[in-house]
């Protein structure tokens, strides 16, 4: 199968796991998308201009890179896929550090454990991408735990 052949399924995928429009805002039409594959041929990362979007993952789902946060961050209305943080753990979080249930701000109520979420401040920057830990109402009802474990954080 060529890369164009693939995008179809992964724009249908991106849809159902971010929601509509996700698709076309990770890979769009008009970009030079490189696709790296399994030694079996499944697609299994996502990368374009130098910078991984997404990784297809065994399971069926994409796991975020931070450049696809941050298409996925300009293309959805907040709060959709977010849990986002205030000043307190915002330096902590853009380098990575996991984001606990005491410094949820605000999340989207349809954020359930096991999802991909954007980590964002409150003023709309994306900190970081990973996968929530926590249900979006244990987020903003608990004191302790981690509600999301980062992957990777957006540096400086």
Sequence with gaps: MTDAEDLPALRVTADYQFGTGAGTALFHPDDDLEIRRSSSGRPQQVHAD???LVTYATDGRFTLGIAGGSR???ALDSPAGRVVVGDESEPFVRDGKNVFAKFVAEVDPDVRAGDEVLVTHEDGDLLAVGRAELDADAMLDFDTG???KVRDGAGE
């Design 50 to 52: 130098g910078s991984r």
């Design 72 to 74: 996925l961050a300009d």
């Design 146 to 148: 981690m509600a999301v």
